[in-house]
């Protein structure tokens, strides 16, 4: 699937599904119940690779999993790729150069973190035929600066994600994940914007939402406060993975409890 046709789901009013899927058997099972986007995140550090965080993901780990991902899926999913840590923040250039690489291994957008400082970069793939999807919020690799908390919670925090999800928007990213987030701040940025906003822990009010596959299917021993077990009840893995999408798209999940 194509940029235009998943946008305009969006545009329709439709909210979009998306859940991390790190190989092929997962992206057909996911393609084939009706998730919009498969998101080949870097938490495959930890869902995968059992680290403590996403930072030791290589970007050779990442063209592995979106190839694998991309053959599942062949043409009936959107799938976005991760730039994982250190392959994108040095400049516009390394980060075309990456990007270019999961682009090559079937991605067809890829996701980075961050807000100001990524601008350049966002406006050099993007002009270049890369679609960008850019993440504000609780950024996973920066967690050693951060810790694993909620993010903008103050007015000053608030104020400058909004300004920065602006910015994101006008320099050429084309979707935007929102972390960990109050849900009022998540609805302001999702009235402020054309492009779709996909929520994490970010109130119901976003375009679209995202968990990893693992939460939603009961893997996880100590889930996020945001994520939900759609496998327990559902008898099987087709089951759960029809349920979040139901559940997304009639605005039943999130609920209040998974917000901030
Ligand atoms: O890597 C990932 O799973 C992500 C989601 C948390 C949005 O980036």
Known sequence: MYLPQLLARAVK???????????????RLLANNGVDVLLVGDSLGMTVQGHGSTLPVTLEHMIYH???VARGAADQAFIVADLPFGSYQTSPQQAFES????MAAGANM?????????LESVHFLARRGIPVCAHLGLLPQSVNATGYRAQA?????AA????????????????????????????EVTQHLAIPTIGIGAGPHCNGQVLVLQDVLGLTP????????FMSGAGNMAAAISAYVGAVKTGT????EHGF
């Open 13 to 27: 009013g439709e909210k979009l599904t998306v859940l991390t899927c790190y190989d092929a058997s997962f992206a």
């Open 66 to 68: 979106t190839d694998a």
């Open 99 to 102: 990007a270019a690489r999961l």
């Open 110 to 118: 890829v996701k980075l973190e961050g807000g100001a400082i990524m």
């Open 153 to 157: 919670r103050d007015a000053a925090a």
């Open 160 to 187: 400058q994600l909004l300004q920065d999800a602006g910015d994101l928007e006008s320099a050429g990213a084309q979707m935007l994940v929102l972390e960990s987030i109050p849900s009022v701040l998540a609805e």
């Open 222 to 229: 100590k889930p996020p406060r945001f994520a939900k077990d």
């Open 253 to 256: 999940f999130p609920g209040p």
